[in-house]
C-alpha cells in the first residue's frame, strides 16, 4: 500500500482487477496482485493512463496507441519509484492488445486485416465485405456481417 501513499491525489478503489475508469476518476487495483512487481507495474500503468489523459478513443488503433504510451510513461514510473519492470510482462500486455485490434479488424470473409472507418465498423477493401463488433473491448469479438 505504500505505493498508493505515494500518489494520494488519485482516487483508488480496490477491486480484483486493474484499470482506469476515466469517467468517475478512479483507479482500480487489485490487492492482493499489488504485493508483487507484476500488480505494482499494473498500477502504475493505470496511474500513467490517468496521468496522460486517457479518457475515450474512438477507433481501435487509438487504444492500442494509448496502452503503448501508458507502458512507456509506467516504465519512467516504476524507475521513479523504484518498482522493477518486467519488460515479458510490459511485452505480453501490449501484444494482447495488439492480438485484439488483429482479430476484431480481420475480415470475416476473406482474413484481410482492415481498420475501422466509423467507429466499431469495418469494410474490407479487398472483398468488400462490412461488419460491426461491440464498442465494449471487454466483450468476447463476434464480427457481425452487415450490408
Known sequence: ME???????????????????AADEVINYDPIRLKKTNGKISLLHEISHCELGHFHYRYDMELLMMEVAAWNHTKKLADQHGV????AYIKDCIESYDEWVNRRGSCPTCDNFCLEYKESRYSCFVCDTRW????????????????
Open 132 to 147: 460491426q463488433v461491440s464498442p465494449e473491448p471487454q466483450k468476447r469479438i463476434q464480427r457481425r456481417i452487415i450490408a
Open 3 to 21: 505505493l498508493l501513499a505515494k500518489f494520494s491525489n488519485y482516487r483508488f478503489l480496490p477491486a480484483g482487477y486493474f484499470s482506469y475508469d
Open 84 to 87: 522493477r519492470v518486467n519488460e
